[in-house]
């Protein structure tokens, strides 16, 4: 952030593709961002160009977009210019900046750019990108000697050690056979070591051995002492230099990313496709036109006459990707401009941070397959009509023109992947007025942590509804789209009120926007149930995936499960932290516990138990209540004043950072050995240090003060801003008497296969008759209004800065590791882990949005499975990788009758339909008999349970008992296999017929 803070970035070409490049470095936050075009706004600019509107046309591009452009980020200098690129052009100027981008430049322009970005010291990176109809590309150069200081951007790797030999080279043996997840020729960095201390603070290059072992340096010599017990290895992030080729050098010799391994030759010929659509423009001052045949057949000759130029010639020239090159390339589609876009300006990020990997150095992608074959053959559905839609049309087609506009799409979430959906859907023309509708729903407000990657939003729309300023916000970009913006969250609690099977059967595609795995599976199995495509995405920070679903063709998305994260044990988190993340999730297990889940009990008990005079003759008479003797402790400890907070929050410290360790100390001295023999106290366990309360250490003083104004909000007590300063604090805690710790004989768990034990919420005899005196003291002391009124429970926040929330966790979780010698976090890291956020940027979004977007295109024809497209990407690296969609599962239930989970049998019936009927239907047409029929978890029949077959004359609808309205019931049944297996068989749609 610093690095781009300091940088100025130069952006040629304010089309499609080089607006899009210049979204996304905006909103990433560079210093100085220059947009340069001499190209005056034209109506087919709208299908591609989401900052242009109609009233700009005929005006400079740059300078169109430039107010739009430079409200997604104040911190961003934003300038334009409108003069023009060419050889002769005095390219002086350009020296100002650190990174130049160039789009729509011809090659010729493209080189003499670069060999001037090659001869400035230092050099300047350069990136020239385009979009050629169905086809796109880009090129890097960040000169000869250009430092990556993080290659991939994950956090370094950190293991527990076993052992160390003394060996030339020593061997390391990762604790408890974990996996160390290392890498050969990575460098790792050693401490907390006992006995071969020498290592601590030593870096040295590792060979892996097994994904357990490691070789490390000789460990031979006098200087290291024989390994005793603990350390941990922690990778090191060395920064590495790269070298680049100009673009001179480059175009007879390419380095290509291969996005496709089933279309392995395409880069090349796509490559070999540019260079010859510049060579056509060159040759007759213009590009070919589109559908040409004649202007084809150029391009093609071309092609191959520069094939014999190249140093790495193309084996096989692909004439009829370059005919579909050429027919299409005076056009453009806006999802491509999405995709690339995002890419580019991940790597334009790169060139001014040296923080990831650049491409080396061409990157070339096609959606050749959203031309349907069929209408090709008629070149007049491609003609264009000189409207906002003529740059797609020349690559889709009229007929798809029109489908897209009656499209009826529901998307699910209005976050980062939404936004961008919404702007590829507007320039599209998707779902216009009259004709189609999208209907978008996400029940979140806007946060201000959303305004950096979530482009539609601007910061007057922070706590304004997300799905309905989307809405507002993309019919500016395309006012003739019919949206249809909800706030309802998509879950078995609407599914019956709004997202009912009629409302999904009314929709021809669902698009998933989401940001959590239990709602994507529950759209995926409404999908699946109402046999409807899925276009499901997502990303974390530089990674992203795309997955098509498609009725009866591929595989669901509950079809495959990501490997579940490996549980912290409880006795961990509660004694022996490790890492910063258990103290985390122990402060994040306290603020629960503490400001919400107690409070929470406390309402609901006097809620159903009323009268504090009752419930303490019920508790006296040796009656449980459940709730009872922690709702009498939260009675006891509750606080009228902030004082009286302040002095809570001071107790809460010595307890948990003082008394805590104290107590772990008594029970396991320092010498406590093992059964075998070894130390109690060795890696990964730590010997807590009690802390002692200093109010002029920050982390302390921050702690009591977040605490004491969380227990504040719960006990509805006022608090000013006095009330936090450190004067009234300090006098507040100096006229405390602190207790001191006494030892007790409070058990400590050490198993780690045990869970965490179920809190006894009732208890019996004398914890009945304790909790009764606590509740009568109460009493006695005349505060029972206050001590028994409502308390107000919170719930965590983690985007208001003003709510202590994040401090707490913070101040509780570092506080924690000082205690256990672990190192600190900022308040912003443990804000990330705390809020369980998954990264999430601009770059990627928009990348991940294009790809999904192409697929959606590919809806519209029926086409086989291995022209759909799954995607994971990083742009980190920078790895792509396009792969055919997992194919649906078929299960065999006798020879010549095969199902899948998206089939769904159908038995229509009537009101006098009986359950014999309803058996016998499925004897008769599959010639097995029923075994089991069941709704939701109601048995409806099962043969062998008692009174079961009293039903076979039953009325189905008086067994199923249908709400007023309801026309049909969703079944199971199974049927009697060969042997004792029953055989799972397609959800029944039983449809009632009254």
């Not at 997840?181 to 020498?198: L, P, Q, S, Y």
């Not at 070999?272 to 590009?287: D, M, P, S, V, Y």
């Not at 507040?732 to 768990?749: A, C, F, G, Q």
């Not at 590919?858 to 742009?875: G, I, M, Q, T």
Request: hydrophobic share 35%; proline share 5%; charged share 25%.
């Amino acid at each position: 952030m610093k690095e781009m803070a300091n940088s100025a970035i130069l952006i040629y070409g304010m089309g499609g593709l080089g607006i899009e490049i210049a979204k996304n470095i905006a909103l990433a936050g560079v210093k100085n961002l220059t947009i340069q075009d001499c190209k005056l706004a034209e109506i087919q600019d709208l299908g591609t160009q989401f900052f242009l509107r109609e009233e700009d046309v005929g005006k400079n591009r740059a300078e169109a977009s430039s107010s739009r452009l430079a409200e997604l980020n104040p911190y961003v200098s934003l300038s334009a210019l409108k003069t023009g690129l060419d050889c002769d052009s005095d390219l002086s100027y350009l020296a100002g900046y650190q990174c130049v981008i160039l789009t729509e430049a011809p090659l010729k322009v493209q080189i003499c750019v670069n060999n001037f970005c090659r001869q400035q010291t230092p050099q300047i990176k350069f990136i020239s990108a385009d979009v050629f109809g169905v086809c796109c590309g880009a090129f890097c150069d960040f000169g000869d000697n250009f430092e990556i200081t993080d290659l991939d951007g994950e956090e370094p790797k950190e293991i527990f050690i076993e052992k160390i030999s003394k060996g030339k080279p020593g061997v390391v043996s990762c604790f408890k056979n974990k996996m160390h997840g290392f890498d050969t020729g990575d460098h790792v960095t050693f401490r907390e070591i006992n006995g071969m201390t020498a290592l601590n603070g030593w870096t040295c290059q590792i060979k892996v051995l097994s994904p357990y072992m490691f070789e490390i340096c000789d460990t031979t010599g006098e200087e290291f002492a024989p390994y005793k017990h603990g350390g941990i290895a922690r990778q090191v992030k060395v920064s590495q230099n790269a070298s680049f080729k100009s673009l001179e050098q480059e175009i007879l010799n390419p380095s290509l990313l291969i996005p496709d391994l089933c279309r392995f030759e395409a880069p090349a010929n796509i490559h070999l496709g540019f260079l010859a659509l510049h060579r056509f423009n060159e040759k007759f001052k213009r590009f070919p036109k589109a559908w040409c045949v004649e202007d084809s057949s150029n391009l093609v000759s071309l092609a191959k006459g520069l094939n014999t130029e190249l140093t790495n010639k193309v084996t096989t020239i692909d004439e009829d990707l370059l005919n579909v090159l050429s027919y299409t390339n005076t056009g453009c589609l806006s999802p491509l401009c999405a995709a690339l876009g995002g890419f580019v300006a991940q790597e334009g990020i790169k060139a001014v941070t040296g923080k990831f990997t650049p491409l080396k150095q061409w990157l070339y992608l096609d959606c050749r397959d959203v031309i349907n074959k069929e209408e090709a053959a008629t070149p007049d559905m491609f003609t264009p009509r000189h409207d906002r839609y003529d740059a797609q049309r020349i690559c889709l087609g009229q007929r798809k023109c029109e489908e897209l506009a009656k499209l009826r799409l529901f998307m699910v979430g209005c976050g980062a992947i939404g936004c961008e959906m919404l702007k590829n859907y507007a320039l599209l023309g998707i779902g216009q007025k009259d004709r189609g509708c999208i209907t978008i729903t996400d029940n979140d407000l806007i946060e201000k942590s959303n305004l950096n990657r979530q482009f539609l939003f601007r910061p007057s729309d922070i706590q304004k509804p997300k799905s309905t300023t989307a809405a507002v916000a993309v019919l500016q970009i395309n006012p003739e789209l019919n949206i249809e913006a909800q706030q309802q969250k998509v879950c078995p609690q609407t599914e019956d009120r709004f997202y009912n099977d009629a409302f999904f059967e009314n929709q021809d595609v669902v698009v998933n926007a989401l940001d959590n795995i239990e709602a994507r599976r529950y759209v995926d199995s409404r999908c699946v149930t109402n046999q409807r495509a899925l276009l499901e995405s997502g990303t974390l920070g530089t990674k992203g995936h795309v997955q098509v679903i498609i009725p009866h063709l591929t595989e669901s998305y509950s079809s495959q499960s990501d490997p579940s994260d490996e549980s912290v044990p409880y006795c961990t988190l509660k004694s022996f932290p490790a890492n910063i993340e258990h103290c985390i999730q122990w402060a994040r297990d306290k603020f629960e516990s503490s400001f919400a889940v107690k409070p929470d009990l406390f309402n609901k008990f006097w809620k159903q138990n009323g009268q504090v005079t009752e419930v303490i003759q019920k508790l006296k008479n040796g009656q449980s209540l459940d709730g009872a003797v922690q709702v009498s402790k939260m009675a006891a400890n509750r606080r009228a004043t902030w004082c009286q907070c302040v002095q809570l929050a001071r107790l809460k410290f010595q307890k948990y950072f003082n008394h805590k360790a104290k107590h772990l100390l008594h029970v396991f001295p320092l010498d406590t050995k093992m059964q075998d023999g070894s130390l109690f106290w060795q890696s990964p366990k730590r010997p807590p240090i009690p802390q002692e309360f200093n109010i002029q250490n920050p982390v302390h003083f921050q702690f009591v003060v977040s605490t004491a104004r969380l227990y504040a909000g719960v006990f509805n007590i006022p608090v000013s801003s006095e009330d936090t300063s450190i004067t009234t604090i300090n006098s507040v805690i100096e006229s405390m008497d602190i207790p001191d710790y006494r030892p007790t004989n409070k058990r400590i768990l050490t198993d780690e296969s045990v869970s965490k034990p179920m809190d006894d919420t009732t208890g019996s005899g004398d914890d009945l008759l304790d909790a009764a005196n606590r509740l009568q003291a109460s009493l006695n002391e005349d505060k029972v209004t206050h001590v028994l009124s409502p308390m107000n429970p919170v719930e965590f926040e983690k985007d208001d800065d003003t709510n202590g929330h994040i401090d707490f966790i913070s101040t509780a979780a570092n506080l924690r590791g000082a205690m256990y010698n672990i190192e600190s976090i900022d308040r912003l890291q443990a804000k990330r882990i705390a809020g369980r956020i998954v990264p999430a940027i601009a770059t990627t979004t928009a990348t991940v949005s294009g790809l999904v977007t192409i697929e959606l295109i590919k809806l519209l024809d029926k086409l086989p499975l291995e022209v759909y497209k799954n995607a994971f990407l990083n742009l980190a690296l920078p790895v792509i990788v396009l792969s055919e969609p997992g194919p649906v599962e078929k299960t065999v239930i006798k020879e010549g009758l095969t199902t899948t989970m998206w089939d769904r049998w159908e038995v229509h019936g009537t009101a006098d339909f009986t359950l014999q009927q309803f058996l016998q239907y499925f004897k008769d047409k599959y010639g097995l008999e029923v075994t089991m029929v069941s709704h939701g978890v109601k048995m409806v029949y099962v043969p062998f349970m008692p009174g079961h077959k009293k039903r076979l004359p039953q009325q189905m609808v008086k067994l199923l008992k249908p709400s007023s309205g309801q026309l049909y019931m969703d079944l199971i049944i199974n049927l009697e296999g060969n042997e004792d297996d029953d055989i799972a068989c397609p959800p029944v749609r039983y449809y009632f017929g009254v």
